[in-house]
C-alpha cells in the first residue's frame, strides 16, 4: 500500500507546466468521452434521431454497445485515479494529497476539510 503523500509545486515556472499538462491530459479525455458517447449515440438511434427499443439492436451493436460502454467506464476509472482531478471538487491546478485508505488524489484543501471533519469520529482512519 502506498503511503500518504502531498505533492507541492512552489515554483511559479513549474506550477505552470504542470497545470498545461493537467489541461492537455483532461482536454484529451474530454475529447475520448466525446467520441465514445458520440459513437454509442449514433448506434443508439433509429435515423431520425430517436431512441432504438431494445429488440431494435442485433448482436453485433449490442456487442459494440457494451465495448464503448467498457471503454466509458475505464477512461473514468482512470480518470479518477489520476493526480490532474480532485475526487472531491474536480479542480485541476491544486497541489494534491493521495490518500492510500480510498486510493484517491485530492487536493490539499479538500483533504484537509475532509481530514478535519472526521478527525474525532470513528471514520477518522479514512484520512490519515
Ligand atoms: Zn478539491
Known sequence: MR??????????????????LR????????SQYDDLFN????LE???????KNLDGFNQ?????????????????????????ICTVCGKEHRDMTYNPVDKS???VECYHENQEF??????SFLYP
Open 39 to 42: 459513437k454509442r449515440r449514433t
Open 45 to 51: 438511434r433509429n435515423e431520425d434521431g430517436k431512441l
Open 23 to 30: 489541461d492537455l491530459w483532461v482536454a484529451w479525455a474530454r
Open 105 to 107: 488524489w485530492y487536493c
Open 118 to 123: 472526521y478527525k474525532d469520529t470513528k471514520e
Open 3 to 20: 503511503k500518504k503523500w502531498t505533492i507541492i509545486i512552489r515554483t511559479p515556472l513549474l506550477r505552470k507546466i504542470r497545470d498545461n
Open 60 to 84: 453485433e451493436e449490442r456487442k459494440k454497445i457494451e465495448e464503448l460502454g467498457g471503454k466509458i467506464s475505464l477512461l473514468r476509472d482512470i480518470e479518477n485515479d489520476s493526480i490532474c
